[in-house]
Every structure is written in structure tokens, then in C-alpha cells.
């Protein structure tokens, strides 16, 4: 099974009391794969999982396999603990959630940032104590440090045929460029999830985007990883204006994309675990730029619908 394309990383409905709202979470499911998703992350960073418990984690993970019944692949994380013992436990918690590919973080992997050799050395205990017959992918997460994988340690995980998928944070088009020809034998696929060189990416290799304005406009990066090959101005013309609205994550995400699903009906509430504050107080204006960025989003659906590539 490839795990490649629009992957969204998925968001976690709550309600008023900060619950965890499953009925939004399987409207949120289907959203995302009527909007163009590949493969759904879920128990994510974008979920929340620093605040959720495990049971929380392994919820949310059966929910979104089951409401997707097979339509797209399901892979998920939960990967936040310090000690091995209690990463091992969620792992295998995962695993059996029946999802598709279980993701490691990479910071968990070499906590204190000690290098290859602890890293390695964490990752075949972790492999020990699980099953022979998972399928694994990495995440290099940047909470809570951002642990950019090596180009030999990039060689060494592609060496493992049950490795499949990289989301790949390093935010720069060379580092992709280079993972892509490092990976280019084997079975693990890099995947960027930066929204600036998202297009950029594609062209260079990279098997979709995987960032969080997955959450907002999927379906528009769908068509351009659809048509990365093609010349047309307006391929580029979607691409610079995806670019330019992820800029918008640094207005309170995940609240900031929680607000739309809210305003379109899909969720309850725009409540967040990780954000305390309100950010229609915190970040002024942030429901107009919001407003803008769905209009023009309407705006190049409509010009997509009007060209035929």
C-alpha cells in the first residue's frame, strides 16, 4: 500500500467542555477525503497528542480507520513519550488500531539530540519489541525540538523495506531534493510538509505535501500535485497563492483552520487543548484573513473548473 499524496494532517474536534467530539471527527473524516486526501494522518501533532492520553490517541485513531471503511489509508503516531518502556506501549497500542503505518517521531527517537548512534540504537529496541509485520513511517515533528534526520541516517532508514513514508519538515528544497535521490531504491517515500516549496517539492520528487493547510484547501493542493508537470500559468498561479496562505499558520493553528470547519458546520467548536487563548482576541483580524483566504480559495476552484489541462 503507498502512503503518498495529500496527507492531511488531521485535526481534533472538542467540545465545549474540551472533550474529545467524535461525531465531528468522523464529518472532519469525510471531509478530508472528499477533498481530494490520499492518506489521513491521524494522532498527529496537528491533533493535539501532547494533550491527549493514549486512550484518547487510540480512539481517535480507530475512529478515522472506521469511518473511512477503506476508502483512503489510515497511518498514525501517538509517539510522545520520554521512556522507551511507555513508547512501546503506545506503539503496539497503535499497531493495533488496524492502522495502515504506525509513525515514529524523530525527536523520540534521540531525546536529549545525542546523535546517529542513539538514535539507531532507541530505533532497533523500539523494532524488538514489535510486531514483525508492521509498517512504519517517520515524522520529524518540531514539538518538542525538531529532529532533522541525517543524510546517513536517511540512507540507513530506507534500508528497512517496512519503512514507507518520511514527513519531511526540514523546510528547504535542497534537503529534499537530496533525500529524494537517497531514497530513490528503496521503499520510503519523502513527502514535505512545508507549504512554501510545496510546489517547488512535487516537482522535485516529493510524493505530495503533508502540511497543515491540508486542513484548509486540500483539494487545491491535490490539483497541482495532479498537474506539477504541466506548464499552464495557472498551476503556478494556485501554487504561489497556497504558498502565500500558509503563512497564515502563525495566526493561532490549530485553532485558526479549527474556525472554518467550525463556520462550515463540521465542528462545534474552534477549541484547542494546546491553544488557551481566544483567537479571534489574540490575533486581530484573524477571522477576515480567514474569509480571505476561503473566498480566494472559491476563486481558483472556480477558475480550476473553467481550464482544461
Not at 79 to 85: F, T, V, W, Y
Not at 258 to 265: A, F
Request: charged share 25%; proline share 3%; with cysteine.
Amino acid at each position: 500500500m503507498n502512503i503518498q499524496g495529500i496527507i492531511p494532517v488531521m485535526l481534533t474536534p472538542f467540545n465545549d467542555n474540551n472533550e474529545v467530539d467524535y461525531e465531528s471527527l468522523r464529518k472532519l473524516t469525510d471531509w478530508y477525503i472528499e477533498n481530494g486526501a490520499d492518506t489521513l494522518f491521524a494522532a498527529c501533532q496537528s491533533s493535539e497528542i501532547q494533550f491527549l492520553s493514549l486512550e484518547e490517541r487510540v480512539k481517535i485513531t480507530e475512529t478515522v480507520i472506521d469511518q473511512a471503511n477503506g476508502r483512503v489509508p489510515v497511518v498514525a503516531s501517538g509517539h510522545i513519550s520520554d521512556s522507551l518502556e511507555k513508547q512501546i506501549e503506545e506503539l503496539n497500542a497503535i499497531y493495533a488500531t488496524g492502522a495502515d503505518a504506525v509513525i515514529l517521531i524523530t525527536n523520540r527517537l534521540d531525546i536529549n539530540n545525542e546523535g546517529t548512534a542513539t538514535l539507531k540504537a532507541h530505533f532497533e529496541t523500539l523494532l524488538d519489541h514489535l510486531p514483525k509485520d508492521i509498517t512504519l513511517g517517520l515524522y520529524e515533528c518540531p514539538a518538542p525540538y525538531r529532529r532533522l534526520l541525517t543524510d546517513e541516517e536517511i540512507s540507513y532508514f530506507a534500508s528497512f523495506d517496512n519503512m514507507v513514508v518520511l514527513k519531511d519538515v526540514s523546510c528547504d528544497l535542497e534537503t529534499v531534493k537530496r533525500r529524494v535521490q537517497l531514497t530513490k531504491d528503496s521503499n520510503l517515500k519523502i513527502v514535505n510538509a512545508n507549504a512554501a516549496i510545496a510546489f517547488e517539492a512535487m516537482k522535485a520528487g516529493s510524493e505530495g505535501f503533508s502540511g497543515v493547510f491540508n486542513n484548509i484547501h486540500p483539494d487545491l493542493y491535490a490539483w497541482i500535485y495532479k498537474n506539477k508537470d504541466s506548464n499552464h500559468s495557472l498551476v503556478q498561479e494556485v501554487a504561489h497563492f497556497l504558498a502565500v496562505s500558509g503563512a497564515a499558520e502563525s495566526f493561532g493553528y490549530p485553532a485558526f483552520a479549527k474556525l472554518m470547519h467550525k463556520q462550515m458546520g463540521i465542528f462545534k467548536t474552534y477549541n484547542c487543548r494546546v491553544i488557551k487563548d481566544d483567537i479571534l482576541v489574540k490575533y486581530w483580524a484573524v477571522d477576515v484573513l480567514l474569509d480571505h483566504i476561503v473566498k480566494g480559495s472559491d476563486l481558483y476552484r472556480e477558475k480550476i473548473r473553467n481550464v482544461n489541462l
